[in-house]
Antibody
Framework: QITLQESGPTVVKPTQTLTLTCTFS??????????VGWIRQPPGKALEWLAL???????RYNPSLESRLTITKDTSKNQVVLTMTNMDPVDTATYYC??????????????WGQGMLVTVSS | DIQMTQSPSSLSASVGDRVTITCRAS??????LNWYQQKSGKVPKLLIY???NLQSGVPSRFSGSGSGTDFALTISSLQPEDFATYYC????????FGQGTKVEFK
């Protein structure tokens, strides 16, 4: 069974850096084709993809947020870490991590972690 | 960047209705299109992958169609547990979600 769990601060102040950790089980990030992504959802709004890291350490970022994001992995701990700099109240959202699954080039996010609400407030 | 536009943004329907939600990509994405269901306060759930493939465990009343730029999610007979928000997502070039379609009780 594959599970993912997000962890990190629930409140950050404006201008601070957010660090979120996704701890997963049931798969390995050294397996070819595997990836872990981060997606967020502001309250009452749509889903927004943020970043993704592949088994070979290739990384992809949302172009609109790329300058603020860094994604890394620790395969020995089965963890993926996302950092987002210069946090602003508009970054208040539920942050999810999810496994990227694929069949050939086709790919999708499943399963997802439970998500965690991060509030940006002074 | 590839933009995904869903229509309608919301709809009201009754149990037993046939419901269709459409999703349009700003450029051709072949069949790199997935659909998710999100109930209020819950985690998004994969329904359909690669435009028309039903995820394991998803009821057969859900179906997906389309390729290129135009896609559709159809619920053949709406059930009480289907009232939720539905999102399309492209995986052709990076990843982008649509703005969502909320299916409400009429």
């Amino acid at each position: 069974q594959i599970t993912l769990q997000e962890s990190g601060p629930t409140v950050v102040k404006p201008t601070q850096t957010l660090t979120l950790t996704c701890t997963f089980s049931g798969f390995s990030l050294i397996t070819s084709g595997v990836g872990v992504g981060w997606i967020r959802q502001p309250p009452g709004k749509a889903l927004e993809w943020l970043a993704l890291i592949y088994w070979d350490d290739d990384k992809r970022y949302n172009p609109s947020l790329e300058s603020r994001l860094t994604i890394t992995k620790d395969t020995s701990k089965n963890q993926v870490v996302l950092t987002m700099t210069n946090m602003d109240p508009v970054d208040t959202a539920t942050y999810y991590c999810a496994q990227r699954q694929s069949s050939g080039y086709y790919n999708w996010f499943d399963p997802w972690g439970q998500g965690m609400l991060v509030t940006v407030s002074s | 960047d590839i933009q995904m536009t869903q229509s309608p943004s919301s709809l009201s329907a009754s149990v037993g209705d046939r419901v269709t939600i459409t999703c349009r990509a700003s450029q051709s994405i072949s069949s790199y299109l997935n659909w998710y269901q999100q109930k209020s306060g819950k985690v998004p759930k994969l329904l359909i992958y690669s435009a028309s493939n039903l995820q394991s465990g998803v009821p057969s009343r859900f179906s997906g169609s389309g390729s290129g730029t135009d896609f559709a999610l159809t619920i053949s007979s709406l059930q009480p547990e289907d009232f939720a928000t539905y999102y399309c997502q492209q995986g052709y070039s990076l990843w982008t979600f649509g703005q969502g379609t909320k299916v409400e009780f009429k």
